[in-house]
């Protein structure tokens, strides 16, 4: 079974510039979560995503946002970057809710986002 | 004060070694408590997760929980050099989703 897919691999954009970052699913998860993974500051919550709605969102400023597709995958999109915004942007996804306690997240093997 | 803190220093031990890891948490609405291992250039891969109190065994692995002392451990008996990864705690409020992680560990477990 194919795991969480991300692309691009690598990213290098210039400050000013608009990045747009991709995720794919496993088959069958209907939540998708994006985290950014930042030199000194660890795994930090981006965005949750779940059957197309937003429904969790980290402590970031607005230029952070996304979108999920009615196939599930999803989009990070990052407006007016700034250099502290280069780091290794992590998606994952799980199943929905539901009247599970706790689901899973598998996370993809990422973006590495580079801003000049 | 961050909601979760992990000394983030480097680790190296020898092969056949217990590797003791820990983190602390101020956020008394965390559940689920887990343990990540992410390998060079790879995701985070989920290693442990526990709910209550008390030790979790899985083969070399064993996830503590004190809920009481807000503290949570990692420990890898018998450590083999393809142990040597970044280990990153993490928990969660149930219902919110919300992965909140520590800054993680480099292990290097020397043959």
């Known amino acids: 079974e194919a795991g969480v897919t991300q692309s691009p691999t690598h990213l290098i954009k210039t400050r000013g510039q608009q990045a747009t970052l991709r995720c794919s699913p496993i088959s069958g998860h209907t939540s998708v979560y994006w985290y950014q993974q930042a030199l000194g500051l660890g795994l930090q919550f981006l965005l949750w995503y779940d059957e197309g709605e937003e429904r969790n969102r980290g402590n970031f400023p607005p230029r952070f946002s996304g979108r999920q597709f009615p196939n599930y995958s999803s989009e990070l999109n990052v407006n007016a970057l700034e250099l502290e915004d280069s780091a290794l942007y992590l998606c994952?996804?799980?199943f929905g809710q539901g009247d599970r306690p706790y689901n899973e997240q598998f996370f993809g093997p990422g973006t590495r986002l580079t801003v000049l | 004060q961050k909601e979760v803190e992990q000394d983030p220093g480097p680790l190296s031990v020898p092969e056949g070694a217990i590797v003791s890891l820990n983190c602390t948490y101020s956020n008394s609405a965390f559940q689920y408590f887990m343990w990540y291992r992410q390998y060079s250039r790879k995701g985070p891969e989920l290693l442990m997760y526990?709910?209550?109190?008390g030790n979790k065994e899985d083969g070399r692995f064993t996830a503590q929980v004190d809920k009481s002392s807000k503290y949570i451990s990692l420990f890898i008996r018998d450590s083999q050099p393809s142990d040597s990864a970044t280990y990153l705690c993490?928990?969660?409020?149930?219902?919110?989703?919300?992965?909140?992680f520590g800054k993680g560990n480099q292990v290097v477990v020397i043959p």
């Open positions: 526990t709910y209550s109190s």
């Open positions: 994952a996804s799980s």
């Open positions: 993490a928990m969660i409020i149930y219902g919110n989703n919300r992965l909140a």
